[in-house]
């Protein structure tokens, strides 16, 4: 048992049975250890790898401490991995890549082995907003693995050995420095840098980076004015642009599964309020490049069009207007669901109008929206008409979407991998438990 694994199950022994003094003092060291790992600088051990799908195919990558790029092999015949970005101001690690074919069967780096591309998939895990909030006021407990469990989900998702992981975005939540003499963010980095973007992402997801290959989509938190940087330079599914510049806007980009066909869009600047006409325009092309796709198709993007929680006033909102816009002429009849997170609670609805069914999945560890409703069909979102809809608020966790007889099984788990909702997609719609 490595030892993440260990920090894991002693917390949730500890959580299951909290009378046990052994396993309080063992809870404590965890989450001093945890600690500890978050605030330090960089160590030169620090390495992390991964296999991801990008516009060109497949690609494994790596970051290292080091000037060169470690060694790999691809079913068993050395490859030469390639630095994608260079140590810069703010990032003292190397960032590497090695096309990886679709193909292949294996797949290690420095000797350490990585899962191969998938082919059919039967599991897939979805997650999102797995950040740590540090931000003017809004100032989440990054020291308790209770208050952030992210690195708790990524084991306990690890566990579940899923055939791939979609991420739906935002994983860089530490942007303003924790006040001083506030101890549940005390000695957090903070900013668009390398210790920021480990201790939000690299450092707790390293298990479930080793563990399946990964879609990563961009989210809000990563647009350039923002996390661009660590976005461009260690994440971003484009080649590396000559200046190293992040671009604002990423174009869609298909990823064969085998069933279904995945598409990924960066819908980061779609403005929720009101409709942006060139944000539209941008959209209305992007949401195109799956006429032609074999169905069943999947749309992954960050900014759901139609969610559903209740402000404070009573208020029913969520709607996002310039992709209701963009999607206003009807999407192809080819995508059955959609993937998003920016709201920070599980939400999954099918439509009473033919429309692809709607899963919301921004739990991964981000501060919760508390404001979801349980049940809530016959909501009317804009233009659309909820037939089912159900909720999960408050509870941080992740989805498994799983393969059965003409349908997909989806159960929504908390951060234990506690299963706390089943629904099951059959092609645009959707039946809950």
């Known amino acids: 048992m490595t030892p993440t694994h260990a920090r894991t199950y002693k ?11 052994a396993l309080r003092a063992g809870a404590l060291s965890a989450l001093l250890l945890f600690a500890a790992s978050m605030a330090g600088p960089a160590r030169a051990g620090d390495s992390y790898r991964w296999l991801q799908a990008t516009t060109e195919g497949w690609q494994a990558r790596a970051i290292t401490q080091n000037d060169e790029c470690p060694a790999a092999e691809i079913d068993g015949r050395p490859t030469v991995m390639t630095p994608r970005a260079r140590p810069g101001e703010g990032f003292a690690v190397t960032v590497c890549a090695a096309e990886v074919p679709k193909g292949a069967k294996s797949v290690s780096i420095d000797g350490a082995p990585l899962p191969p591309p998938p082919g059919r998939v039967d599991k897939i895990l979805v997650f999102g907003d797995t950040g740590c909030r540090l931000k003017g006021m809004f ?3 990054c020291n308790s693995i209770r208050a952030w469990p992210f690195r708790l989900t990524a084991d306990m998702a690890a566990e579940l050995a899923p055939d791939l992981v979609i991420h739906v975005g935002d994983y860089h939540y530490r942007e303003s420095g924790c006040p ?5 963010c005390a000695g957090s980095p903070h900013g668009d840098n390398w210790e920021a973007w480990k201790a ?3 450092e707790p997801g390293a298990a479930l980076l080793r563990a399946a290959p990964w879609v990563l989509v961009r989210g809000n938190h990563e647009i350039c004015t923002r996390a661009g940087k660590g976005w461009t330079r260690a994440l971003s599914p484009l080649p590396p642009s000559a200046d190293g510049r992040c671009v604002e806007r990423e174009e869609a980009y298909r990823v064969d599964l085998e069933n279904p066909t995945l598409f ?3 819908t980061t600047e779609a403005e929720e309020r009101t409709v942006v006409g060139a ?8 949401l195109a490049a799956a006429k032609d796709a074999p169905g069943p198709v999947w749309y992954a993007f960050h900014k759901p069009i139609f969610s559903l929680f209740r402000s404070m006033k009573g208020e029913t909102l969520g709607v996002n207007e310039t992709l209701a816009a963009a999607a206003h002429e009807g999407l192809p009849q080819s995508v059955q669901a959609i993937l ?4 920070h609670a599980f939400e999954a609805m099918s439509y009473r109008e033919d429309r692809p069914a709607q899963f919301v ?3 991964g560890g981000t501060a919760m929206d508390p404001h979801i409703p349980a049940i809530f069909d016959g909501a009317t979102i804009g233009a659309a008409t909820v037939e089912q809809g159900r909720g999960v608020a408050a509870t941080f966790g992740f989805a498994m979407f799983e393969r059965g007889e003409g349908e997909w099984l989806v159960i929504n788990y908390d951060a234990h991998a506690k299963p706390l909702l089943r629904c099951h997609l059959r092609g645009r719609k959707l039946d809950c438990e």
């Open 139 to 141: 100032l989440q407990d």
């Open 264 to 266: 990924v869009l960066d």
């Open 180 to 184: 001083s003499g506030v101890n549940r």
């Open 361 to 363: 999945v921004g739990v």
């Open 279 to 286: 944000q539209a325009d941008f959209l209305r092309t992007q």
């Open 200 to 202: 939000d992402f690299f």
């Open 340 to 343: 998003s997170g920016h709201l």
């Open 11 to 21: 917390f949730h022994a500890f959580h299951a049975n909290g009378n046990s003094e």
